[in-house]
């Protein structure tokens, strides 16, 4: 219980492990980069309520998850966090995060459905690029910013959305660019920029 790190890539590649638990009395806080990395064969995943950050490429390549609930407790995901986690079908955010890091989803191609929580401001470049499954997206009032090709290449995306209401000011290059399945796009009027080639080859917008 007096656990509150685990180091880099202190379990990488460990392709027989199927199931990390952590107690609910434990005090770790702390998840450091590629901890996890290829654990290929890992399907459960249970976070204590006292982890804060997991950082960079730390459950990346594992394709054996097929759903992550994070902690309320948590505010960081770090850079490509579950990049190619291919078996991912569904994730469950804290309300305090307020910003999904580059490339933390990256081609996560089992990905169907994500839901933002209400803290969410910022989702940085290639986070759900090629998440070629995701079909269903809901963004909140509090998003102001997606980065460039945040959404590239997902091309299962339909019609978007962004509350009346929203606080989105910037919609960075490339962000939804090769998305050809989408139809439409209904932007927010406190909506400032749209990047260049943000929704180039989108050859389904009419």
Same mark, same amino acid.
């Given at each position: 219980?007096?656990?509150?790190? *685990?180091? @880099?890539?202190?379990?990488?590649?460990?392709?027989?492990?199927?199931?990390?638990?952590?107690?609910?009395?434990?005090?770790?806080?702390?998840?450091?980069?590629? &901890?996890?990395?290829?654990?290929?064969?890992?399907?459960?995943? !249970?976070? #204590?309520?006292?982890?804060?950050?997991? @950082?960079?490429?730390? =459950? &990346?390549?594992? !394709?054996?998850?097929?759903?992550?609930?994070?902690?309320?407790?948590?505010?960081?995901?770090?850079?490509?966090?579950?990049?190619?986690? !291919?078996?991912?079908?569904? *994730?469950?955010? #804290?309300?305090?995060?307020? !910003?999904?890091?580059?490339?933390?989803?990256? @081609?996560? +191609?089992?990905? +169907?459905?994500?839901?933002?929580?209400?803290?969410?401001?910022?989702?940085?470049?290639?986070? =759900?690029?090629?998440?070629?499954?995701? +079909?269903?997206?809901?963004?909140?009032?509090?998003?102001?910013?997606?980065?460039?090709?945040?959404?590239?290449?997902?091309?299962?995306? #339909?019609?978007?959305?962004?509350?009346?209401? &929203?606080?989105?000011?910037?919609?960075?290059?490339?962000?939804?660019?090769?998305?050809?399945?989408?139809?439409?796009?209904? =932007?927010?009027?406190?909506?400032?920029?749209?990047?260049?080639? &943000?929704?180039?080859?989108?050859?389904?917008? +009419?």
């Amino acid at each position: 219980d007096s656990l509150t790190t *685990i180091n @880099k890539w202190t379990f990488s590649g460990c392709t027989g492990l199927t199931a990390v638990t952590f107690p609910s009395t434990a005090s770790l806080t702390t998840i450091e980069a590629g &901890a996890f990395e290829n654990c290929t064969r890992l399907t459960q995943l !249970t976070f #204590p309520t006292s982890l804060t950050s997991i @950082k960079e490429g730390t =459950f &990346a390549f594992c !394709t054996g998850l097929t759903s992550v609930s994070f902690p309320d407790s948590l505010t960081y995901t770090g850079r490509n966090a579950f990049s190619e986690c !291919t078996g991912l079908t569904s *994730i469950t955010f #804290p309300d305090g995060l307020s !910003t999904i890091e580059d490339g933390a989803f990256y @081609k996560c +191609t089992g990905l +169907t459905a994500v839901t933002f929580p209400d803290s969410l401001t910022t989702i940085r470049g290639s986070a =759900f690029y090629g998440c070629i499954g995701l +079909t269903s997206i809901t963004f909140p009032n509090s998003l102001s910013t997606i980065e460039d090709s945040a959404f590239a290449g997902c091309t299962g995306l #339909p019609s978007i959305t962004f509350p009346a209401t &929203a606080s989105l000011t910037i919609i960075g290059e490339y962000a939804f660019e090769g998305c050809r399945g989408l139809p439409s796009v209904t =932007f927010p009027d406190s909506l400032s920029t749209i990047g260049n080639n &943000a929704f180039d080859g989108c050859i389904g917008l +009419t």
